[in-house]
């Protein structure tokens, strides 16, 4: 009893059967000495995230198959017996703060610190390439240009707000999000014009400038993109200037040489511009990088076979103590562990306890059972206890209760096994490094600066004379014309012609592939954009089909107000007076409406009767039908006839005769749309059953449509990526640029042409599409939809690119105790990337729709402001304390950018020509042009519309004419722009000017390069454990 109170009092822990026992010491990482010294509450499973191919115990085959290479000379390395390696953090953090963005110190405990998160970018330049730091300044100056749209938009909020006061449009008929656009105006226009009332050239003239504010802010943010094209190349000087890269020194050698050139001819070849400091030959990896990576996935999972072991050996009681390689601290928390172990035995023993987990751990470590039933009593009892095995972040057969896995001799011919895989894997790599790899580029490292620009400059020289001797097929020219003395840097050893450039940063190379020749590139791009549009095409009919289904349903129209009395087409009270105070009235009404809404009329058979959710067909010469007192052929017209038409009707089972309009469904269509808007403001079960099935049908159909859409655009940007992968660039930029390109197109599709498609009026049959104008209730339909999507896209773009650093710290935290080996932890400690790719295939869709759509819906600034403001913060904490280190970008993503923002400048105005100039928005006219669709006030019957494309119209009026003036400017200063940019451009193809840069030896003994040191795969970070320096594999690379 004694022992017991002091061990409940004193540690305060309970047991696993309700005991307690006490808690160990904390302990500077020490090894587990006995398995019942572990504490049963800390998991030491692994959860590993692989960065190879294969899974730990079954390591899976990448590449396709081919026959084994055979071996002809023995191998120089041996095989090693024992991979395992405990965990040890300090090793893990070591390794993820040197990937990350990091200031070198001076103190040898922190050897490194980290980044300012309030950095400035003159700061930056010295520390990212100019594509990192450019992303920065156009986020900056993005934020600053539409914090100034939002400010001046406020001249159009206000204009809307008293619209909205004088007008009040029910929630109906205008939705919130549709009162801050230029909807608003136009039905305070339309109501203006309905009761007779003028519309004042004040009032239009305060429309037009709304128009011409918009204008000017549009030509603000083109004469910005100038300045950013000026200052792209300005960041690249200035980051060029502030870090020494090793690009600065070398040229690339694209394609032209032979297969089995070696380095010192390359050399040879280069020395005449000066010293060559090194020759990198790229060559074919992939078959032997394949073999590595199934070599790897072969040693991860002979590590887990040997952990496997350690813990039978524990679980067995195979493995005494040893507390040879202890410290003193080490051997107190085994000491005190026992304690623990000791105090809780005589606690369950005490209180007439077992614990299951010691029971079936002593019957494991009976030695006069066999080692079959030993190890089913190891599985049993590592079943009881998540540190051991059973747990869930174990994988494989670490998390298996077969008994096998607890066998000690079972698990040693498992390794016996993966030690022959291991050295025929081995014996593969080593006769391909013995047959030699194909040269498919090569990198020349210059000593001096100088020699690279006068390398640069002779190929410029070769191609312009090339170039002279194909146009003027000029005979007996010397071939040395314009070269310096009589050497053709293009003509290798007499009759290869090589393809040389500025060479790109090493860490922009993808070396795997490289086996992938850029001749048939285009090919591979082409299979892309075929899946990417071919899905693009199938989630637009998912979504228009459920849209269809939709068109299948009975009628339904948002304002009800439209058809009660009053209405100029239809009077429901007047036909059916559902909403009658006379009880007996009401009930007849229901009786009378019924036979015309099981006729289930769709609004696809309605469709003649509705416009822009309204109805036009002319109901009102039936009004009080029920009365006898209608004079219209087919109604009745006295009270014996009132009687025979309603039984003619009602009978039950008797065939339909047409209603009131035996031609046309008019009625029957009129009766669906009474019915649902009686049954909208009533919860009657009985009377509104089909109302309320159908309400449940249009929901679910939504639903389902919201579903496939939020899918598709996960799957859009996944699809992205991997695309952008098969096509097997040669450079990560280039791989970038293909990401962002995809994202962009796709994302403009699912998120802005879809819902467009999806409201316009279509000559297809039964297509959904409601509106052939920007009318107010297409603001109020596809202008609600797109605010929305702007909107949540604002908050949900920047944390969908944070999501992957805060799952990476969640791993981090909830898995690294379970971890097993070191190469677990170093690899769930690595952090993940910063892609512009990614952050660029967002910007480029989210301003896009903001820019198109902004004429007539300004709220969109708003949204793309907050997005940019979210981004700049999100993306400083991501690089600064959370990413591995960016490659060298380029600015090849900020031009892709600046290219479409006058494009998207000009959809802006070609837009506001139909946005603006629809007719109901107050606005002058030219002598032939027609403002208003109700010129005749309360006497006209119908509205006047223009024709769907009748884009003359609009320009007749001051409001379209004006935008389609500004589009034609800017298309014409665009073209002008371009023609510059590109003469520009081909004037500096293929210079490069010194910088001044130190000889490259002196740069890297003062470690002044920024980016890599040298070209050759075994100094790259990225593939390193696939061909570590000093190994047999990295012979030659």
Not at 44 to 54: D, K
Not at 346 to 370: C, M, N, P, Q, Y
Not at 843 to 870: C, D, E, Q, R, W
């Amino acid at each position: 009893g004694a022992v017991r109170h002091w061990g409940a009092a004193m540690f305060r822990r309970k047991s696993q059967d309700g005991g307690t026992l006490p808690p160990p010491p904390a302990a500077g990482g020490g090894l587990t000495i006995d398995v019942e010294d572990v504490n049963p509450e800390t998991p030491e499973t692994p959860g590993h995230r692989r960065t190879g191919s294969g899974s730990w115990l079954s390591p899976g085959k990448s590449g396709k198959k081919r026959p084994k290479r055979k071996l002809t000379t023995p191998r120089k390395g041996e095989v090693k017996q024992n991979l395992y390696e405990p965990p040890n953090l300090e090793k893990a953090l070591a390794r993820m703060r040197r990937l990350q963005p990091h200031e070198e110190t001076d103190n040898p405990e922190k050897p490194t610190k980290k980044l300012s998160l309030w950095m400035k970018e003159e700061e930056m330049q010295g520390k990212f390439s100019e594509g990192i730091v450019f992303w920065f300044k156009l986020m900056r100056d993005h934020l600053l240009m539409f914090f100034i749209f939002t400010i001046l938009s406020f001249w159009a909020f206000n204009q809307m707000r008293v619209s909205n006061e004088e007008a009040n449009p029910s929630y109906e008929r205008l939705g919130a999000l549709g009162r801050v656009t230029l909807a608003a105006i136009m039905i305070w226009s339309e109501d203006t014009q309905r009761k007779g009332e003028t519309v004042s050239n004040t009032d239009k003239d305060a429309t037009f400038g709304i128009i011409v504010l918009d204008a000017l802010m549009m030509f603000a943010l083109l004469f910005v993109t100038g300045y950013h094209h000026m200052k792209k190349e300005q960041v690249k000087e200035e980051v060029d200037d502030a870090t020494i890269s090793l690009d600065d020194y070398s040229v690339v050698v694209e394609s032209g040489l032979p297969s089995d050139v070696t380095e010192e001819r390359i050399r040879a070849h280069f020395e005449k511009f000066g010293e060559v400091h090194e020759v990198v030959l790229g060559k074919d990896l992939l078959e032997v990088m394949n073999l590595r990576k199934r070599l790897i996935a072969l040693e991860a999972n002979h590590e887990m076979l040997e952990w496997m072991l350690k813990r039978a050996n524990k679980l067995l009681g195979i493995v005494e103590i040893d507390t040879s390689n202890m410290t003193q601290e080490e051997i107190v928390v085994a000491r005190w562990k026992k304690l623990t172990r000791k105090v809780k035995k005589e606690i369950d023993k005490r209180e007439g306890r077992v614990d299951v987990f010691f029971a079936a751990l002593e019957k494991a470590r009976d030695d006069s059972l066999s080692i079959e039933d030993r190890a089913a009593a190891a599985a049993d009892a590592a079943s009881k206890n998540p540190r051991f095995a059973g747990g869930k972040d174990n994988a494989g057969a670490a998390a298996s209760k077969d008994p096998s896995n607890y066998n000690p001799a079972v698990i040693k011919q498992k390794i016996e096994q993966s030690l022959k895989d291991r050295e025929e894997l081995e014996d593969e790599i080593a006769a391909c490094v013995e047959e030699g790899y194909p040269v498919v580029t090569a990198w020349v490292a210059f000593e001096e600066e100088d020699s690279c620009v006068k390398c640069v400059k002779a190929v410029r020289a070769s191609k312009k004379r090339e170039r002279k001797i194909k146009a003027k097929k000029l005979v007996g020219m010397e071939e040395t014309d314009g070269l310096p003395g009589e050497y053709d840097v293009r003509t290798f050893e007499g009759e290869n012609k090589l393809e040389i450039s500025t060479a790109p940063p090493p860490s922009d190379i993808l070396w795997e592939n490289l086996h992938y020749s850029m001749d048939t590139f285009w090919k591979r791009e082409l299979r892309s954009n075929v899946i990417m549009w071919g899905f693009l095409i199938i989630n637009v009919f998912a979504i228009a089909g459920a849209k269809i289904t939709s068109v299948t349903l009975p009628p339904v129209i948002p304002v009800c107000d439209d058809v009660d009395n009053g209405g100029s087409f239809l009077q429901c009270p007047k036909l059916w007076n559902l909403d009658s105070d006379t009880a007996a009235v009401a009930s007849q009404a229901r009786i009378d409406i019924m036979p015309f809404v099981k006729q289930e009329k769709s609004a696809s058979n309605c469709e003649d009767f509705l416009e822009y959710d309204q109805f036009i067909g002319n109901m009102t010469k039936y009004a009080n039908w029920y009365d006898g007192t209608s004079v219209v052929a087919g109604a009745p017209t006295t009270a014996a006839e009132v009687t025979a038409f309603r039984a003619g009707i009602e009978t039950a089972g008797a065939a339909w005769t047409g209603g009131f309009d035996k031609a046309t469904h008019m009625d029957e269509c009129a009766a669906q749309i009474c019915y649902s808007c009686y049954c909208k403001k009533h919860t009657e079960d009985d009377f509104c059953k089909e109302y309320n099935d159908n309400v449940a049908e249009r929901t679910l159909i939504l639903i389902g449509a919201i579903c496939v859409s939020a899918t598709a655009n996960l799957i859009i940007k996944e699809l992205a990526i991997r695309l952008s992968f098969f096509e097997r660039p040669h450079s990560t930029t280039a791989r970038e640029l293909g990401i962002a390109e995809k994202m962009t197109v796709a994302l403009m599709v699912n998120m802005c042409l879809l819902p467009l498609l999806m409201t316009t009026q279509l000559a297809i049959p039964s297509w959904p599409g409601k509106f052939d104008d920007t009318s107010s209730g297409w603001y109020n339909d596809f202008g609600n939809t797109l605010v929305q999507i702007a909107l949540i896209n604002s908050i949900s773009f920047p944390f969908t690119l944070l999501s992957p650093v805060i799952i990476w710290r969640m791993l981090v935290y909830f898995l690294t105790p379970s971890v097993k080996s070191q190469r677990q932890l170093n690899e769930l400690w690595t952090p993940p990337p910063f892609l512009l790719s990614e952050r660029y295939g967002q910007m480029n869709a989210a301003f896009l729709y903001t820019i198109i759509f902004s004429s007539g819906m300004p709220l969109l600034y708003v949204g793309h402001f907050v997005k940019i403001a979210l981004d700049i913060v999100i993306d400083r904490i991501m690089l600064f304390r959370a990413c591995v280190q960016p490659p060298r970008y380029t600015g090849k993503l900020a031009a892709q950018f600046l290219y479409i923002v006058p494009i998207g400048i000009i959809l802006h105005f070609l837009f506001a020509v139909y946005m603006c100039g629809e007719r109901d928005l107050p606005s002058r006219t030219l002598p032939a042009g027609v403002f208003g669709k109700w010129a005749g006030g309360p006497n006209q019957a119908v509205a006047e519309r223009d024709d769907q494309f009748d884009f003359s119209a609009r320009l007749k009026r001051v409001n379209g004419l004006f935008p389609f003036v500004c589009a034609m400017v800017t298309a014409g200063l665009v073209f002008i722009a371009t023609i510059v940019l590109q003469v520009r451009k081909r004037k500096k193809k293929g210079q490069m000017e010194a910088e001044g840069c130190p000889p490259l030896s002196e740069a890297k003994a003062k470690k002044l390069i920024t980016d890599l040191t040298s070209y050759r795969i075994t100094d790259n970070p990225v593939y390193q454990h696939l061909f570590p320096p000093g190994e047999e594999v990295s012979e030659g690379l």
